[in-house]
């Protein structure tokens, strides 16, 4: 898939001009099923309007997709009988964001093989103090 084929992909879909299997649908949300899914019920949650990255989104749709991401959750996990699950969001191309419009993976882990597979290569915090101060201030 070309740059140009995602950009306006969700836009379409949400339009319907391209085919989805929507699972909620309100003003404000849409969520569909990935068509290359992780695991079974592996759904996608998006702002109907298009956001590339979620410090874009106005506190109004980020609060309406904040209420629907539980409730599919729960749904998934009962239509999936899986317990366990993954909820990702992804900003930018070098953060994986393939789509550039806001997007919530919930991806069930029904096994250790099955579901989404995350390296968290960790760091010891140094500046705690002084980086905390910055984010505190540019609130």
């Known amino acids: 898939r ?8 969700f836009l379409k879909i949400v339009a319907g001009e391209i085919p989805s299997h929507k699972v909620y649908e309100n003003d404000l ?51 999936t009988e899986c317990k366990d699950y993954n909820i990702l969001q992804n900003n930018g191309s070098i953060a994986h964001q393939v789509v550039p419009h806001v997007h919530f993976h919930i991806i069930p882990k029904p096994s250790k093989d099955q579901g989404l ?11 705690g103090e002084e980086i905390a101060k910055k984010i505190t201030a540019a609130l």
């Open 2 to 9: 070309t740059l140009e084929s995602m950009e306006n992909l």
């Open 29 to 79: 949300v849409y969520a569909f099923l990935d068509i290359n899914p992780l695991a079974p019920g592996h759904t996608l949650v998006i702002p109907k309007k298009k956001y590339k990255t979620m410090d874009e989104v106005p506190e109004e749709t980020a609060a309406a997709i904040g209420a629907a991401l539980p409730k599919i959750a729960r749904a998934i996990m009962k239509a």
């Open 117 to 127: 597979g995350v390296g968290w290569p960790s760091k010891k915090l140094e500046n």
